[in-house]
């Protein structure tokens, strides 16, 4: 019973520093959420900043573990990029207010910082052995690739969160796993299998 308190006011907070902010926030409006009295709160966390480093530390838990898990399951890079991309995509319908804070840099929050350190820190490798392996471009900066990634699937995954009904969650990964196979691999992800889009005809017009 008290494990699963501990985790309503966690899931509580996440929903509550995602709509106001971590300053904004009130540990009354945690309390309220969560539907306990403000003394349960405190029986579990000395303060609201204590609430936001546990929730933001079983996130990014629950983040790089699912990243490692994509990677180890998938013999080929294609199905690595589709496993990863499945699990950051139902990890934002899930637990959306998390996956906002988690991934949003505004705030400057070190802890914020700290997660998308650490998924760019797990992508480096994979792109710097794409490099040497030919199927990277070798002008790319891996760190700086890396970090462009790591933006590009959270800003479309914090629009789609209030869009959901503009595609379905099959056709995020798909788009994802487009921009990531030939955005950065180009060329090079015909070695695994992939296929490159047609050229566009002579004379067209592209958007």
């Given amino acids: 019973m008290k494990d699963a308190t501990r985790q309503r006011l966690i899931d509580a907070g996440a929903r509550v520093f995602a709509a106001d902010g971590v300053q904004g926030a009130r540990i009354a409006d ?40 994509a990677r180890e399951s998938a013999g080929t890079r294609a199905g690595r990029d ?19 804070l988690l991934l949003a840099r505004g705030s400057g929050d070190p802890m914020q910082r700290e997660v998308v350190d650490a998924i760019t820190d797990l992508r480096v490798p994979e792109l710097e052995e794409g490099q040497a392996g030919g199927w990277i471009r070798r002008d790319l900066d ?3 690739a890396a ?10 995954l914090d629009w789609w969160i209030d869009n959901p009904g503009q595609y379905t969650a099959e056709q995020i990964v798909e788009q994802l ?15 695994d299998g992939g296929n490159l889009p047609p050229p566009p005809a002579a004379g067209s017009m592209t958007s």
């Fill in 82 to 100: 589709r496993a990863a991309m499945e699990g950051v995509v139902a990890f934002a319908q899930v637990y959306a207010p998390l996956f906002r």
């Fill in 30 to 69: 945690i309390a309220r959420e969560a539907g306990v009295a403000i003394g349960t709160l405190y029986t579990h966390f000395p303060d609201k900043d204590a609430l936001f480093h546990e929730l933001m530390r079983e996130g990014k838990l629950m983040v790089i573990e699912g990243l490692i898990m």
């Fill in 142 to 144: 891996p760190r700086a």
């Fill in 177 to 191: 796993c487009i921009v990531r196979r030939f955005g950065v691999e180009g060329a090079g992800a015909l070695a």
């Fill in 147 to 156: 970090r462009c990634e790591v933006g590009a699937v959270f800003h479309l």
